[in-house]
């Protein structure tokens, strides 16, 4: 057996460890960290004073499907959309992503189950070979109250990536959309359906949600803890569902729409994940309670890019001159690591995965951060 003992020296940085920032020098060994030091080293990598932060961990991104199908009808070649997806993801700081692929399909959608299998057998099989820059794990959405979720789950569970599940109903009238007048102009006015056929379509909904969501969501549960899938809820509003989601065995409450979910999941031990698009643009495009105002009360754990990759390391400049650049960090690489059981990255420590993003600050609010490398277990990656 061989040792991999190659080392590399990042020098000059402002390394950004969980608590504290330290100007100086970092040593990885064997694609590992192995000494943080207040010094600067000979040699190795100027940093020229950049920030040093641990790779970002991404745990809901549906970004992929914008590759696979760029057009409407149009497919392109899976393996090539997963690598533009891929580079994309790793050149934004991102070194672990988990890929959202929905099972259970709204009919509105441009990917039905088999797309979703097919992308799947795809994130397997480049991980397999080492075809990514990043590290790529399956996040499957499960909308419960649709007629085909569970062949859809069926199908996708087996795949060896995946390691995280979430429980979503979209039925108008409960979650996200709790104010019908807020739902009929967001999806009115995305699809451009007349009044009569929005209700028909809302009555259908509800009634699949109450013919269906109960027993998919318990079954899907079930699966996920025997098979050990983190399991989080979504879309949280009310008390009821909170406690749902804790007899489930959820671990993440996403996206909880009001304060009081989202605090009453905090107290119970769960990790609260709202998306960094919502703090980029400053409110959610549904009229709920916003990230920064989680911020603001201590009851937001996780920040995911949802469906713009650079949004995380954009949000952390954006929220680090209030909270610190540490704590604004730890909401795109401790939390959701430890959230989704990775316990050997997320963080700037000795013995962790040498997973690193040399990145240079924006200029306020106008000019965005740059990205100037990126390294996965200290292989140079982006
Ligand atoms: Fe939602």
Redesign the pocket.
Known sequence: MTTNTTEMVFTNARIVLPDEVVEGSLLVRGGRIADISASKASGGIDCEGDHIVPGLVELHTDHIEGHFVPRPKVRWNRHAALQAHDAQIASSGITTVFDALRVGIDEDAALGSADMTAMGEAIASATSEGRLRAEHFIHLRCEVSAADVMESFEALVENPRVRLASL?D?APGQ??FVDLAVYRTYYQGKTGMSDEVFDAFCARRVRESEDYAPGHRLAIAKACRERGVTLAS??DATPEHVAEGLELGVAIA??PTTIEAARLAGEAGLSVLMGAPNVVRGGSHSGNVSAADLIDIEALDILSSDYVPFSLIQAVFLLAPKIGLPRALRLVTLAPARAADLSDRGAILPGLRADLVRVRAGQADEVPPVVRGVWREGERVA
Do not use: G, I, L, P
């Open positions: 979503m979209h979650r996200q979504h879309d996403e996206f």
